[in-house]
Structures are given as C-alpha cells and as structure tokens.
C-alpha cells in the first residue's frame, strides 16, 4: 500500500473524519503528502469446506516524509518511525 494525502496542505484523517494532527501552519504539520508505504503478508487456510478459515499475517509500516515531519513538529521525537504487527484470527461462514 501507498498511503498519500490528497494534497500537501491536507490533514491526515481519522476513521471520525477528524484531522489525526494539524493541516500546514498547525503543531504537529507536515508539508508532505507522503505519509508512508505499507508491506502486509497474509495466509489463510480453509478447512470443513471452506465454511471455517484461519488467517495469519504479518505488516510494516514505513512512515513517510510527513510522518516524519509531524513526529518532528509534534514534539514527540526524531526520525522516522516504522511499526510492524501480527494477528491471527478464525472466520466462520454460515
């Protein structure tokens, strides 16, 4: 995944359509639209005829120029951060 902002003087959004941190001029602003690339591997096995399927995967995030800048305007640290996960989970169809 590529993530981007529709523009560099946008805000980055939560799920609520609130601004995660401040547009251009704000605490915590970037003049990027480049908030990072993600990398997710993911497996899934079906089983009892694909009714049950058990999924596990694994991400990293690599954070992007604006990210960058908005950890560095924010006051909240230096550098770029990146961030790795995983999960497992059960799905059931019926």
């Known amino acids: 995944w590529i993530m981007r902002k529709s523009n560099a003087g946008d ?12 547009a251009v001029g704000g605490a915590g602003a970037s003049t990027s639209s ?24 694994v991400g990293y995030f690599w954070a992007g120029q604006a990210v960058t800048q908005m950890r560095n305007n924010g006051g909240v640290g230096s550098g770029a951060p990146g961030q790795t996960w995983a999960y497992t989970q059960i799905h059931v169809n019926f």
Do not use: P
């Open 11 to 22: 805000c980055w959004y939560r799920a609520a359509q609130n601004c995660y941190l401040d």
């Open 34 to 57: 480049s908030l990072g690339r993600e990398l997710d591997i993911i497996f899934t096995q079906f089983l009892k005829s694909d009714k049950v399927a058990w999924q596990t995967g």
